[in-house]
């Protein structure tokens, strides 16, 4: 039993991941399973009348051990997965999933926290917060239902962990299997910067020449750059194929199958719960509360985009025959043709970006915005961690520690692509308090040598200053009881606080101080700055409309009764929406794992635009203030937002914040579509 994994040892209080051997997990999470199930049986088994202190604070922190526990262990099989590693969570998944189902649907439990929800107008703000929310949790859960349809509930959450775990790994799998030899007399298109990348990428698997992977800091701008548009149908299709059966693991990783036993399992789940369908399910909790709602706004901005994207493939398909290109414009042309375009049009090429935009100058960035608008200080320090490549920081704020910061920000094998935020342990003030502990997550192609600089694209810069206000969220936070902590609120507020802190990344005032060419120390020409911010929104209706067909697709999947073709489904909704068939779904639904890798985003991925309505709208605070980093503003934004948590209905919270609903007039000016 390794003592580390639930008693961390590490430089400011991190897990020494150096002690840790994949051997550890198994023993350690069953034992602490098993100490969790006994304290919530204590918990449910309590002879005396429930209270707030014996119930609903008591299941507050009954799980911490197995929480740290499980925390660290994800997070390595997040970052650093393997054959051990994946093998461990399709054992974990059905466990973990047993166990949540048994608390969550413990009918003594349901009647204790009843008890203590029918006196809440006696309790703190705090206290009557999380009772109602582990009150609705379990109402959810379905602790309220018979106990044959409590059975049948727990053995339907079973299995969806069985297969949201194996459509992740499937995923994965045919990310990380799949390479594409790039020949030398093939190269035509393709920047020195991103030829390093490649031939890294190669070195990395012990092979030679250049290769294009399916991380997207690779394939996104090899499909801008390449003159070869038969080599670009390759490496497109292969990306598109991810999951499908026809990628690098063939039909040992096909998701179609999952896909359909999820969401008939999900709309099952929902019937058995009383609702409707699954949407009303999913909804009920966040602020859109219906799927009507969700569509209604997805729709206002569906069409200006639709028209936009429209417009432009026009022109794409004209520049293409230009050309002796034969037939439509391709999914696999499209980006190749925009770029060119942007540079046409905009007298822009992001080649002339990249010296200016290191991964440490933009790290700098980052962390001088916090500090301009939150007061926030930031001190590296060493510590064991995953990969020599991951780095730490400890937070503070007039001396004070405020919390530890951990940024793995390179692609390599075995990391699951994409980017994200996530939290090793969560702020509290139970007893002594605890500090969080934050991490992000990244994919960006690693420098060609060791030594020299890492070069992002706009959009790798956009991701850093994104999942770092996600950070800011877990940083920030300043309440008593860690499921309220950070980022646990509603799914269509969550993305807020990332997405307003895009922002500043576009402001001269940033840009000025850290964008430097690498070599001279030069800051970034503002007419460059001003050509990329023109073309930033030239593709405008693309990125819309890639998006838009997959929260739409979401949202149709999970309406009504469960499609028995889901890719009929999809098919047919496209078709209505008249989408540009050049314009595939951001996430194809075999590979679309915000929805089917877990359930947080089912039913939910519409939120990253309903979050952005804020966002905008949030931006225009500042800008009304005449100061992007307006001390009063920021001050309002974190005691209002930042630092609530789910401490408050999230309506509420902004309505604090912004003494008005937000409309989405912002969202369409700011992304070029009004």
Same mark, same amino acid.
């Given at each position: 039993?390794? *003592?580390?994994?639930?008693?961390?040892?590490?430089?400011?209080g991190?897990p020494?991941?150096?002690?840790?051997?994949?051997?550890?997990f198994?023993?350690v =999470?069953?034992?602490?399973?098993?100490?969790?199930?006994?304290?919530?049986?204590? =918990?449910?088994?309590?002879?005396a009348?429930?209270?707030?202190?014996?119930?609903?604070?008591?299941m507050?922190?009954?799980?911490?051990? @197995?929480?740290?526990?499980?925390?660290v262990f994800?997070? @390595?099989?997040?970052?650093?997965?393997n054959?051990?590693?994946?093998?461990?969570?399709?054992?974990?998944? *059905?466990?973990?999933?047993?166990?949540?189902?048994?608390?969550?649907?413990?009918?003594r439990?349901?009647e204790?926290?009843?008890?203590?929800?029918?006196?809440?107008?006696a309790?703190? $703000?705090?206290?009557?917060?999380?009772?109602?929310l582990q009150?609705r949790a379990?109402?959810?859960s379905?602790?309220?239902?018979?106990?044959?349809?409590?059975?049948?509930?727990?053995?339907i959450?079973?299995?969806?962990?069985? !297969?949201?775990?194996?459509?992740?790994?499937?995923?994965?799998?045919?990310?990380?299997?799949? $390479?594409?030899?790039?020949?030398?007399?093939?190269?035509?298109g393709?920047?020195?910067?991103?030829?390093?990348?490649?031939?890294?990428?190669?070195?990395?698997?012990? !092979?030679?020449?250049? &290769?294009?992977?399916?991380?997207?800091?690779?394939?996104?701008?090899?499909?801008e750059?390449?003159?070869?548009?038969? @080599?670009?149908?390759?490496?497109?299709?292969?990306?598109?194929?991810?999951?499908?059966?026809a990628?690098?693991?063939? /039909?040992?990783?096909?998701?179609?199958?999952?896909?359909?036993?999820?969401?008939?399992?999900?709309?099952?789940?929902?019937? !058995?719960?009383?609702?409707?369908?699954?949407?009303?399910?999913?909804?009920?909790?966040?602020?859109?509360?219906?799927?009507?709602?969700?569509?209604?706004?997805?729709?206002?901005?569906?069409?200006?985009?639709?028209?936009?994207a429209?417009?432009?493939?026009?022109?794409l398909?004209e520049?293409?025959q230009?050309?002796?290109?034969?037939?439509?414009?391709?999914?696999?042309?499209?980006?190749?043709?925009?770029?060119?375009?942007?540079?046409?049009?905009?007298?822009?090429?992001?080649?002339?970006?990249?010296?200016?935009?290191?991964?440490?100058?933009?790290?700098?960035?980052?962390?001088?915005?916090?500090?301009?608008?939150?007061?926030?200080?930031?001190?590296?320090?060493e510590?064991p961690?995953?990969?020599?490549? &991951?780095?730490?920081w400890? =937070?503070?704020?007039?001396?004070?520690?405020?919390?530890?910061?951990?940024g793995?920000?390179?692609a390599r094998?075995?990391?699951?692509?994409? /980017?994200?935020?996530?939290?090793?342990?969560?702020?509290h003030?139970?007893?002594?308090?605890?500090r969080?502990?934050?991490?992000?997550?990244?994919?960006?192609? *690693?420098?060609?040598?060791?030594?020299?600089?890492?070069?992002?694209?706009?959009?790798?810069a956009?991701?850093?200053?994104?999942?770092f206000?996600h950070?800011?969220?877990?940083?920030?936070?300043?309440?008593?009881?860690?499921?309220?902590?950070?980022t646990?609120?509603?799914?269509?507020?969550?993305?807020?606080?990332?997405?307003?802190?895009e922002h500043?990344?576009?402001?001269?005032?940033?840009?000025?101080?850290?964008?430097?060419?690498?070599?001279?120390?030069?800051?970034?020409? *503002?007419?460059?700055?001003?050509?990329?911010?023109?073309?930033?929104k030239?593709?405008?209706g693309?990125?819309?409309?890639?998006?838009?067909?997959?929260?739409?697709?979401?949202?149709?999947?999970h309406?009504?009764?469960?499609p028995?073709?889901?890719?009929?489904?999809?098919?047919d909704? @496209?078709a209505?929406?008249?989408a540009?068939?050049?314009?595939?779904?951001?996430?194809?639904?075999?590979?679309f794992?915000?929805v089917?890798?877990?359930?947080?985003?089912a039913?939910?991925?519409y939120?990253?635009?309903?979050?952005? $309505?804020?966002?905008?709208?949030?931006?225009?605070?500042?800008?009304?203030?005449?100061? =992007?980093?307006?001390?009063e503003?920021?001050?309002?934004?974190?005691?209002?937002? !930042?630092?609530?948590?789910?401490?408050?209905?999230?309506?509420?919270?902004?309505?604090?914040?912004?003494?008005?609903?937000?409309?989405?007039?912002?969202?369409?000016?700011g992304?070029?579509l009004?």
């Amino acid at each position: 039993m390794n *003592p580390e994994l639930t008693q961390w040892t590490g430089p400011h209080g991190l897990p020494r991941f150096d002690l840790i051997a994949d051997a550890d997990f198994a023993p350690v =999470i069953d034992a602490e399973l098993a100490r969790a199930e006994a304290a919530v049986e204590a =918990i449910a088994a309590n002879a005396a009348p429930a209270d707030f202190v014996n119930t609903v604070a008591a299941m507050e922190t009954c799980e911490e051990p @197995l929480d740290r526990a499980c925390g660290v262990f994800y997070t @390595l099989a997040g970052v650093a997965s393997n054959p051990a590693r994946e093998a461990l969570q399709r054992d974990l998944a *059905p466990k973990l999933s047993a166990y949540s189902s048994t608390v969550m649907m413990d009918p003594r439990l349901f009647e204790r926290v009843q008890a203590v929800s029918d006196a809440v107008e006696a309790l703190p $703000v705090e206290d009557a917060r999380i009772t109602e929310l582990q009150l609705r949790a379990r109402r959810r859960s379905g602790a309220g239902l018979p106990p044959e349809d409590r059975a049948r509930l727990a053995a339907i959450n079973e299995r969806l962990a069985v !297969l949201t775990t194996q459509f992740s790994q499937n995923v994965l799998t045919d990310e990380r299997d799949f $390479v594409l030899p790039i020949p030398d007399d093939r190269l035509a298109g393709l920047p020195d910067w991103l030829l390093g990348a490649m031939r890294a990428a190669a070195r990395e698997r012990g !092979l030679t020449g250049q &290769v294009v992977t399916l991380s997207r800091s690779l394939i996104v701008p090899f499909l801008e750059l390449s003159e070869d548009r038969a @080599l670009r149908e390759m490496a497109f299709r292969a990306w598109a194929a991810r999951g499908s059966g026809a990628g690098a693991g063939g /039909a040992a990783t096909d998701n179609r199958g999952l896909v359909t036993e999820i969401l008939s399992l999900r709309h099952e789940k929902a019937r !058995l719960l009383g609702y409707a369908d699954f949407a009303a399910y999913r909804l009920e909790p966040e602020m859109a509360r219906d799927a009507d709602r969700v569509e209604d706004l997805l729709m206002q901005v569906w069409r200006p985009a639709v028209a936009r994207a429209q417009k432009d493939e026009v022109a794409l398909t004209e520049m293409l025959q230009a050309e002796g290109g034969n037939g439509p414009l391709e999914a696999w042309d499209w980006r190749h043709y925009a770029a060119r375009r942007k540079r046409a049009e905009h007298d822009f090429d992001p080649d002339l970006l990249k010296p200016y935009l290191t991964l440490d100058a933009m790290i700098g960035a980052v962390f001088d915005t916090a500090q301009r608008l939150f007061g926030l200080e930031f001190t590296p320090f060493e510590a064991p961690l995953w990969n020599p490549d &991951v780095r730490a920081w400890q =937070i503070s704020r007039d001396g004070q520690p405020m919390a530890v910061f951990l940024g793995d920000y390179y692609a390599r094998p075995g990391k699951r692509s994409g /980017a994200w935020c996530s939290s090793l342990q969560p702020q509290h003030k139970i007893g002594a308090g605890q500090r969080p502990i934050v991490v992000n997550v990244c994919n960006f192609t *690693p420098p060609d040598q060791p030594g020299a600089p890492a070069f992002l694209s706009w959009d790798d810069a956009r991701t850093l200053f994104h999942e770092f206000g996600h950070a800011l969220h877990h940083i920030l936070s300043d309440v008593h009881w860690p499921s309220i902590s950070g980022t646990s609120v509603a799914l269509d507020f969550v993305e807020l606080p990332s997405q307003l802190y895009e922002h500043w990344l576009s402001q001269p005032q940033v840009l000025s101080q850290h964008a430097r060419h690498y070599q001279t120390g030069e800051p970034l020409p *503002p007419a460059l700055l001003d050509r990329l911010l023109a073309a930033d929104k030239a593709d405008a209706g693309f990125s819309t409309v890639e998006y838009l067909e997959s929260a739409l697709v979401d949202l149709a999947f999970h309406r009504g009764d469960a499609p028995a073709d889901p890719a009929a489904r999809q098919a047919d909704l @496209l078709a209505q929406l008249g989408a540009p068939p050049a314009i595939p779904l951001r996430h194809d639904t075999p590979h679309f794992s915000h929805v089917f890798s877990g359930s947080h985003y089912a039913s939910g991925y519409y939120s990253y635009m309903w979050s952005e $309505v804020m966002d905008a709208d949030a931006f225009a605070a500042f800008v009304e203030a005449g100061d =992007i980093f307006d001390p009063e503003t920021a001050k309002r934004l974190e005691s209002a937002i !930042l630092s609530r948590g789910g401490s408050a209905q999230a309506d509420d919270l902004w309505i604090e914040f912004r003494e008005r609903m937000p409309g989405v007039g912002p969202l369409l000016e700011g992304r070029g579509l009004s």
